[in-house]
């Protein structure tokens, strides 16, 4: 079928189209980006077409453990989230703010060229893209919106795909923001054995669908989707109870737990680093030999560095218990007021990726048990 | 690679271009820079309240936030009383009148003044804490009649570090009370000797009508609502001033947040009630 699919409906693709859904992204002018093994993990990064895609891989992940492995032959998205997340190429972790070139009268500021790529990100998950719902609330709802995240943002193309293999670190079921993609994707894909379905989420998604050999999808392979996603969601490998926060955090800055959990962690910042959702930047600026030129490069930061709350006269976190509690209270406390969501998003990255294999379900949990750990 | 048009306007964290017109020293290691933005538009549109702050930027060194000290009433000459300590005031401290800066602001909420109009005030600063409330004293002796009793309780930790003194008589002649304490006095000194929050000993502040407006370090402001709420001053009728680490001023960087309030957009001032679930917590 060559005509539009429309907005809000599920098609059917035969497996082998979305070879031809990828090149018709490149030949909209995309740049695709997608999972991809390397160094040993499923990363995100820039694909040619399916082939470059993990196809038959899957990972094993348990606190401070990934282990890349084969899974399901044929299965192209038989995985959970890897270490990187789509801010790596929406909010990239280091972008030039301006320059600046001395004048007789002092300086001018000369603003960033930086072209900005249009890419088509594809396999992201739920909960990827719900962390990039919660970053256009960080970057674009506050008090002087980012032009360069909104340029990258609105020329993204967002292929997402329903999570139907939770690793052992996810917990989105807990945080509703998955397995199932419920908005914001221009595509989202459900792999079955033999087809993708394909939920058309906006008229650019439906017309890069158009180039693919598309048909209604059938109501039986609906219901095998739905079925999928209910079991998917069923096998999550963490849970984490969210009522009553912030209260439960703010009541309980004092917890002996924070003493405990920072014993544990190595203040190394890898949790926020893989979180989709963390957003703290230092700025570096840096100058040409003669000071003529001059550039300001905003970097990503972490609460869990020494100088990211020095003011003059000390440290204000010096401790690591205290890092960790500013950590955490921030992510599942102060993110409900200061933006109306939780800052997590139950992906599991900061988890699989902690080196001391702490896990924040684990710890919520303790400080809800009482004040004894 | 394929790409769309880049933003065409500068970033919203840019500087504006301003240069230095006045240098005033005010204590070791502490001086007053006037400045003046260059475009003469932007200069005639600039306006800021009593408490709020600019990020004040030298290209390839960086920048920081310091509030404004001047008088709201004349916002086409910028003050800031800076204190070299990092390597941005360092370089401030090394400029000369005609030199170049960057300036982007303001920003920050301001301290309550015209909420408190019939109130009387308590104002407390310890240390270059005065400088923050200094545009508050501007407006007070503008608009006089609008407020009850005054008093500006200022301290230092000794007389060199006392701040904009040549001002104090005429603020006393605006019917402002100045008193003024040392922690350690110099054999010049014939003044009060003791912290400030000890000044509040004498006080006998009426809860209904006062308010208490206070910066300085925090653990001197934490003695202040100390006293000011043993007085039966209410939490919503005292405001601090408090100073994280800022990068961006615009509640994106991340590093000025308290609890859910992120100083550089919903403070640096803030009613203590606001303030307290957070501000006995260790390292917070």
Redesign the interface.
Known sequence: MSSTPPVGTHAAIPKPALEHVLAALQDA???LVGPTVADGAIVYGEIAGTADLPVGWTAEHEAGRYRLRPGVPGRVFGFAVGPHAAKRYLYPSAAT??R?R?TA?????L????????YALVGLRACDLAAIAIQDR??LD???????Y??RR??AFLLAVNCLEPGGTCFCASTRTGPRCTSGFDLALTELDDVFLVEVGSEVGARILAAAEWRPAGAFELTRARRALAEAEGRMGRTMDTRDL?DLL?EN??HPRWEEVAARCLSCANCTMVCPTC?????V???DLA?RE?T?V?VW?S?FNHE??????GH????I??RYR?WL??KL??WI??FGVLGCVGCGRCITWCPAGIDLTEELAAIRGGRTP | ?????????????????A?LVAVRPEAPGIATYTLEL?DPGLRARYAFAPGQFNMLFL?????CAISLSSDAAEPGRLAHTV?A??SVTRAIARLRPG????VRGPYGSAWPVDRLRGRDLIVVAGGIGLAPLRPVIYHLVRHRQAYGRVQLLIGARVPADLLYVAEYDAWRASDIEVVETVDRADDAWTGRVGVVPVLFYQLRPDPKRTAVLTCG?EIMMRFVIYEALARRIPKEAIFLSL???M??A??????C?Y??I?LC?DGPVLSYDRVE??FS????
């Open positions: 002018g995309y740049t703010l301006f600046t001395r009268e002092g300086f001018d500021v603003p960033d060229a930086d072209p900005v790529p249009r960080v970057f506050g008090p002087a919106p980012d032009p360069h909104r340029a609105e020329a912030p703010y800055l004092d957003f703290c930047t230092d700025v600026d840096t100058s000071g001059t300001r905003r930061d609460c990211f709350s020095y003011v003059f006269g204000l976190r010096p401790n218990r205290a500013q209270t921030h406390a102060a007021d200061q | 690679m394929s790409t769309a048009a880049a933003p065409a306007a500068p970033h919203p964290l840019s500087p504006h271009l240069h260059a290209p390839g060194i960086g920048e204190r300590v990092g030199d170049a800066i960057g370090p100073e994280r680490n990068k961006c615009v509640a994106v960087c991340g590093r947040q609890g859910p992120f957009k679930p957070f917590v260790e390292e917070y």
